[in-house]
């Protein structure tokens, strides 16, 4: 491990700025005491900042000694989970209901620490933007930065962010090329028939019977319509219909989740759903109403991106220990938005450690971080941000 004395000596007060931000967490768009917090600490070590970009969203401008060159963004996002935390360490959250169970309090706080260490060593040509931004989790927090104008103001020549992974040890980077997380988006159907006498079925229009079918048929887009070479996932989720077991009802509700790696696969999807669903309700003498929305984007990373970021990784931690092609995931993150503008990377960063039993997934009540990690992180958007 390559990691610079400064960023060791920082390391520990870094790590109670993640443990104050972990004991008060704020769900998304409500980031107040956070991004004051950020704001303060940006402020302190002379960095410029902006505020008010996706409500909450703190950004921090910091040029480099050496003269212009590129415009580099860091993003780190700071809002929590609606989860009790189970963990009992002494900084557990004191927001009931409320937990940072995804572990942003540490990539806010490990962006902090890169942020404080390249304040004290401006010798790099070019532009830090320090994106710190509300509601990764399902508010799109990115999309309203780059709505207010982030791009605008602070015209990045790449951007890179990371997440922590319970999955990798400390001192481990994952990452690959291409499609790393997929676009997210939801259905919901409502299959309306006739209802009536469960004893005299000839009388009604069957909702349950018509939307038992579209679960089943759905499930063809995937092995049927699609390329076997696209990844994608249709997941139904949710079937809700009647009350009792003598009366067929006059409805009945199928929602569910779609996944996939390119917005081409996205289309012929949603498409083929509503021809399905439709066909199939008015084959039953039914009717159909379809809402699909579209959330997250896929995430996308850039071929240049990855190989300067990986550089940077192999150098900090040794070239054995960056796995460069993952397998991408189907779940979705809203750093997408940001691949979608411009040439961007977006990285693991190993956190979890079994032997001290730190092996909890995201989004649980005992989630945690070896904080062994916040100092790699550190070092990591440091490195990134300097130009390597
Ligand atoms: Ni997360």
Redesign the pocket.
Known sequence: MHLLPEILDSAEAIRDIRRNIHAHPELRFEENRTSDLVAEALSSWGIAVYRGMGKTGVVGRLDGDLGPGKMIGLRA?MDALPLQEHNNFAHTSRNPGKMHA???DG?TAMLLGAAQYLSNHRAFKGTVIFIFQPA??GGAGAREMIKDGLFEQFPCDAVFGL??WPGLGEGHFGVTDGPMMASSNAFEITVTGRGGHAALPHNSADPVLAGAQVVLALQSIITRNKRPVDAAVLSVTQFHAGETSNVIPDSAFIGGTVRTFTIEVLDLIEQRLREITHSIAGAFDCHAEIQFSRSYPPLINHKNEVEFASGVMSELVGKQNVNTSIDPTMGA?DFAYYSHQVPACFFRLGAGNKAKGITSG??TPTFNIDEGAIEVGMGIMAWMGSGG
């Open positions: 996002d995804c572990g942003h990539h990764e989790e997440h922590n993150e995201v989004h």
